[in-house]
């Protein structure tokens, strides 16, 4: 009986998703080549409504500058937008007395945290959010910042179709992202996971006189489930509440456990099969089967051993804990059903290894598109290894291009390591750690500690050990920093790429290196994990593999 | 001097081109580019900031009141807890739930089969019913989470809540020292 549910619940989970997945892939690809989807008659016309309000031309293609700044853009106002609200709540009108603002670094912090698609959390939303926040500024946040992330991911797309395609438009992009994709699917879940007992109110506390036993009781409440499908479908992993998914009302019971990570895994793995649809049958399915490998051997190494179960909820028990957990890691949601402190060592290393790698399968479009750069790099790798010019889909890949590439790869250990030593130079890491720094010495669990948090913000990502106790004005600031530059400057690059590609020529000749079949597969996984391998290992060798026999 | 005009010249280059990247920086500024990413804003904040969460709680309230409003259970029609939240349960006639801070979210309203029945021998002694009886009992409520989560999707568990709420129901008079039954024992929303 033990054996048989973790089967069943896999199977599920997996067959559910990887099916679902093939339908939103077919209709992503339909967004993406502007084709006929289904229903598009009436979501035509109210997508139409909303472009001439927002008063753009539809058929106009941008550059990839222009539309990397629109992106930026309009992602920067919700950014001071919401930073704004975070400082004023306790001003506005419906909010419950006594409930201040955020400290001005804890707003910056949540602010970059929340427009990233990181969800990193310094407060514990249950008690320093005002339900106006929670809708206006938290929810609101959670479909702007995956509707933004995709919007590139469909842009980076369109690059490889076919020469001078176009790279699309992103107010476009956002618009349809949002109107036809995310919000009637968090609609559905939403009301699916208030069936099974997530709240929906407008009141924020809940007060019991007497409990069976005579005790006074009270605990918060809110429009929980409006939130949580989005905080799953998006990626975003920000909890209503501080304990996240561990909390009954935002996951009350193993089935909804399952629900959460379905949704999770959908997006994600709907890119490489709009890809697939889009450029080429067999590179779309090679990139999605090494991304399942790659998921596959996270989920090895962390079912080794047994977590718990001090730290995990009952209702989940180890299983359970760790198919949530591994799944929204390596998504970077986020989102955790559970401390992370009850994990086992060997579940902490699969976790540092999804965030180092970012693309197996990785966060909406984000993930795919870091998915494209491993490509590259194993192809130019590859390329000289046999003495012949990289070239992808037939067209050559040029210095600039491997440049752009390396940087990205670059840009990930650089904003992790450097903060790590800073926080530790200063003493700023030993001053939130507390007690795991015995006297002089930190021990392995404290390091780990502190290398995840600027892991997770790097590769926003958003789980952490640290929660409320790292809010201070040092690791506000730092974390808040990593993670802008975490998102924005790949973003960057990545269209960057996109931009250099779609005015390349493509030549009628067979590829030098075929990018699809099992050889490539096996060549692009190991790449991967070899160059992650070779920049992180000396880290956490020194956390995680050290917490090993303790 | 030569080096140092080599380093002027690097600075001027390396000035130039970053004032060139932040003029066209700036170039992009104008009221075109700008009024459609405040408008869709404006739009998308109506649309999934109020309209989204409010429609969901009218729809919530009316056809899921009891889940949308915390899952409150009553006891002789009175509001006694969230059969979703632990509560605390301090007299030995009781099952007891986990420590606060033993599970992830501290409000862990379930305990696994093990631990609920290594509590059944105390209860007995304390309350005077039968061990058969409270394995029953226990064994009755593993079965129910076990329905209500598809049979394969949860590991078994108790909820310790209902469980007591049972203990309470059928054996009336050994509780009635610890269940408070005064009359005035109703349910506060707050904002």
């Not at chain 2, 969230?82 to 009781?94: G, V, W």
């Amino acid at each position: 009986m033990t054996c048989v549910d973790p089967i069943v619940q896999t199977s599920v989970l997996f067959g559910g998703s990887i099916g679902m997945a093939i339908i939103f892939g077919l209709y992503i690809a339909r967004m993406i080549s502007y084709e006929m989807r289904p229903l598009e008659k009436p979501l035509a016309r109210v997508e139409k409504g909303f472009f001439r309000l927002v008063g753009i031309d539809v058929n106009r293609q941008m550059t990839w500058k222009e539309y990397l700044f629109a992106l930026v853009f309009t992602d920067g106002i919700v950014m001071v937008f919401i930073f704004i609200i975070f400082l004023i709540q306790g001003m506005l009108p419906t909010a419950t007395p006594g409930l201040k603002g955020l400290s001005i670094d804890l707003a910056f912090n949540t602010a970059a945290s929340f427009i990233t698609n990181t969800d990193l959390q310094h407060y514990a939303g249950d008690q320093q959010l005002s339900i106006l926040t929670q809708m206006i500024a938290i929810t609101f946040v959670m479909f702007v910042a995956p509707a933004s992330a995709m919007a590139a991911g469909f842009a980076f797309i369109r690059a490889f179709i076919r020469k001078n395609f176009g790279l699309g438009n992103f107010y476009v992009d956002f618009t349809r992202n949002i109107l036809t994709l995310l919000l009637p699917v968090s609609f559905v879940s939403s009301l699916f996971l208030i069936y099974m007992g997530v709240p929906q109110t407008l009141n924020s506390s809940v007060t019991i006189d007497k409990t069976l036993e005579g005790h006074n009781q009270s605990f918060t409440i809110g429009p929980v489930g409006s939130l949580e499908s989005i905080k799953m479908l998006g990626h975003n992993g920000g909890g209503f509440f501080g304990a996240n998914s561990a909390h009954p009302f935002e996951n009350p019971n193993g089935f909804t456990n399952i629900y959460e990570t379905f949704l999770i895994l959908i997006i994600p793995l709907a890119f490489p099969i709009a890809y697939a649809k889009l450029v080429g049958r067999g590179r779309g399915i090679a990139i999605l089967i090494a991304m399942l490998i790659g998921f596959g051997i996270m989920f090895a190494i962390a079912l080794t051993a047994q977590s718990g179960p001090k730290g995990l909820e009952t209702r989940f028990g180890s299983f359970g804990t760790l198919l949530f957990t591994i799944s929204s890691i390596a998504t970077n949601t986020g989102a955790t059903n559970s401390l992370l402190g009850g994990l086992s060592p060997n579940a902490v290393i699969s976790l540092f290894l999804g965030m180092f790698v970012q693309a197996i399968p990785g966060a909406a479009g984000v993930g795919m598109m870091t998915m494209i750069v491993y490509v590259l790099l194993t192809l130019f790798i590859v390329g000289l290894m046999v003495g012949k010019t990289p070239e992808y889909m037939s067209m050559k890949i040029s210095p600039k291009d491997i440049k752009l590439a390396v940087f990205i790869f670059l840009l990930h250990p650089t904003l992790i390591l450097i903060p790590t030593v800073t926080a530790f130079t200063t003493g700023n890491a030993q001053g939130v750690l507390g007690r795991e720094v015995q006297g002089q010495k930190i021990t392995p669990f404290g390091y780990t500690q502190a290398l995840y948090e600027y892991t997770s913000a790097a590769a926003n990502n958003g789980s952490d050990y640290l929660g409320t106790s790292a809010n201070t004005p040092f690791w506000n600031w730092s974390t808040g920093l990593v993670m802008l530059l975490g998102r924005f400057v790949p973003l960057g690059l990545m269209l960057g790429i996109a931009g250099s590609f779609t005015a390349k020529d493509r030549k009628e000749v067979i590829e030098p290196i075929k990018t699809e079949g099992p050889l490539f597969i096996s060549v692009l996984v190991i790449m991967t994990f070899l160059l992650t391998a070779l920049t992180f290992f000396p880290f956490i060798i020194i956390g995680p593999f050290s917490m090993l026999g303790s | 001097m030569k080096v140092e005009d080599n380093d002027d010249n690097m600075l001027r280059i390396a000035r130039g081109r970053t004032m060139k990247i932040l003029e066209k920086i700036q170039s992009q500024f104008t009221p075109n580019n700008i009024s459609p990413s405040i408008k869709v804003i404006i739009l998308m904040l109506i649309v999934t900031g109020i309209a989204y969460p409010l429609i969901l709680v009218a729809i919530g309230q009316n056809i899921f009141p009891f889940q949308s409003n915390g899952s409150i259970v009553t006891f002789n029609g009175k509001a006694i807890g969230s059969k979703l939240i632990a509560q605390e349960f301090n007299s030995p006639k009781f099952f007891h739930s986990r420590p606060a801070s033993d599970s992830a979210s501290g409000l862990d309203p379930h305990i696994t089969p093990t631990r609920a029945f290594s509590q059944i021998s105390n209860i007995s002694k304390a309350s005077g019913i039968p061990e058969n009886t409270l394995r029953t009992l226990v064994e009755l409520n593993i079965e129910r989470n076990k329905n209500s989560n598809l049979l394969a999707f949860a590991p078994d568990h108790v909820n310790v809540l209902e469980l007591n709420m049972e203990l309470v129901r059928q054996y009336n008079q050994v509780y009635s020292d610890v269940v408070q039954t005064s009359n005035n024992n109703t349910l506060h929303s707050g904002r």
